[in-house]
């Protein structure tokens, strides 16, 4: 295994200032955090997809057993050594794109989907989100200033794939018949509903594009989930600049993984498009055999802010979709308000009862 080089680094020098610029969200530019300077990205090509057949064909390094880069930060010469793709000095907190080309062997990002929230409109999200959070503890709450929020981006696959699909199965048709029956000595009728089975097949077809596929574990597929759905139709060229600032993890899920997953995600689809293709009031899928063509596939980096905070010893983490504004969180109950509040629920009932006695008595 060859070792990734480490003379890639990225750091963009304020020409008033030299301080690190950093990537302005909602914008195509570069800002300097200190004294406002601001620098146009050049993008120099569209997102671009790769055939996935080619690429599947041959073996790749396991991303998880690459080695961390080694990189010494042009601020503040301070050694760095990470496995991300980009983030912050670990000494000056000056912005560092640590690589977009580990040796080869990991994958460049083809393209990003830019931010369309900014770091504000992520904080008021999130204010709103976690005041409206029942038992939230007051830690959670106090996380609404606009300092604790974090850029990222998270590594996700993207696959396009034209499927055809032969199936069979079974078309349920609803009828009714009457029947008698006897109660408290007289006999009455009611309708049943049952159902006739036909055999059913036929060909349906889809053409997806960008099936999202998360290339890393963390957050786990069930947060990423309830964190999306992802809008990539905007997604531009990749260019390191994006990346300046912001947190940037290596994928670690490979494309041949990712795959597995996004096929699961279209099957589901495919069995929708089965069952409306089959009609009546109930179907049955017996068996779906999917043709795939022009199968492609890129390696995109979906936008996000990001908290975390400690609760009772334990560190809980909120998110922030920046394509959406959508937020999904980690978040502790809050004892103490819990038993504030069935303690209330007690004297409330323990006034009904009360107040049902006194009228049992009342009246008796
Ligand atoms: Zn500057
Ligand atoms: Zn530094």
Redesign the pocket.
Known sequence: MTAPSSGQQHQYACSSCGAALEFQPGTSSMKCPYCGATVAITTSADSTKHDYVAYANVPHALVSTLPAFTVS?R??G?PNTTTAVAGR?Q??R?AIVVTDDCGGELKSPDGIVPFAVDQKAASAAFGTWSSSRWFAPNALKKVRTTDSMRGGYLPHWGFDDKTTTDYSGERGEHYYTTETYTENGQTRTRQVQHTAWYPASGRVSRDFVDVLAPGITTPDAETLEKLGPWSTAGATGYESEYLAGYDVPRYSVMAEAGFGYAKHEMQQVIEGDCRSDIGGDEQRVHSMTTYDVDLLFRLLLLPLWFATYVFSGKTYAVYVNANTGKVIGDRPWSWIKITLAALAALVVIGIGVYAYQQGHRSSG
């Open positions: 930060c601020n503040c301070s000095c000494s000056c000056g």
